[in-house]
């Protein structure tokens, strides 16, 4: 089962536009990341944001958790056509025992117009 | 090595034969995941490894899966009279520790096609 969901599934934007991206969840969590995923490829993790934390920044990214909405957002400044990709959010909910293991949403596929 | 490693990259399998997938992880790192990702999904999870001991197997979806890392490195996900519904990328990942708040370094999976 799928915790994370997120909004839109598809987002197309120009170069320098800036995208965001948000992500709602069910279950109480440990902390929240965001991966992308190139075509044909694996999964890179971008960023985690713990649950005790509000806002973290990372180059041109910037991630904000709102655990009382259980929400997220991803923000992506000045995009770039190499940003073109499937972004994920994953969630590491409180409720699975001692072991990591994180629950993924669908995925938002991100087109960036040269 | 420089990351997560797995293969073969692509598998066609027919109806009911046996598979293995390898994936051979960042260097001492202690945890490794295996994730299934059907066509246009986010990764589903698996199982979990802690070194060599299987910590959590609960994301198998039938018996014919089976994983095992021996030496708590290499790990391999063998699959067992392959169906249709098995096909699917299939994505190893490793992180350096056993806690909760590191990210996962994740290979470029295994294309599984079943026929």
């Known amino acids: 089962s799928q915790q994370g969901e997120e909004d839109p599934q598809a987002l197309s934007i120009q170069e320098g536009e800036n995208a965001t991206m948000n992500c709602s969840y069910k279950?109480?969590?440990?902390?929240l990341q965001w991966y992308r995923q190139n075509s044909g490829r694996g999964l890179v993790h971008l960023i985690l944001?713990?649950?005790?934390?509000r806002e973290k920044h990372s180059g041109r990214l910037r991630v904000t958790l709102d655990t009382s909405k259980k929400s997220s957002s991803l923000l992506i400044t000045a995009s770039r056509a190499a940003d073109t990709a499937s972004y994920f959010c994953?969630?590491?909910?409180?409720?699975?025992?001692?072991?990591?293991?994180?629950?993924f949403g669908k995925g938002i596929t991100l087109s960036v117009r040269p | 090595g420089a990351g997560v490693s797995q293969s073969p990259r692509y598998k066609v399998a027919k109806r009911g034969q046996d598979v293995a997938l390898r994936c051979d992880p960042i260097?001492?790192?202690?945890?490794l995941f295996w994730y299934q990702q059907a066509l246009g999904q986010g990764p589903e999870f698996l199982t979990y490894?802690?070194?060599?001991?299987?910590?959590?197997k609960s994301g198998l979806p039938s018996d014919r899966f089976f994983a095992e890392r021996p030496e708590g490195s290499v790990s391999t996900l063998k699959i067992q009279r392959t169906q249709q519904e098995d096909s699917a990328v299939y994505l190893c990942?490793?992180?350096?520790?056993?806690?909760?708040?590191?990210?996962?370094?994740f290979g470029s999976g295994t294309r599984l096609t079943v026929v």
């Open positions: 990942a490793s992180s350096p520790t056993r806690g909760r708040n590191y990210g996962y370094t």
């Open positions: 279950t109480s969590i440990n902390n």
């Open positions: 944001i713990r649950s005790n934390e």
């Open positions: 994953a969630t590491d909910s409180l409720y699975t025992g001692a072991n990591s293991k994180l629950t």
């Open positions: 260097s001492g790192h202690v945890s």
């Open positions: 490894f802690q070194n060599e001991a299987q910590l959590d």
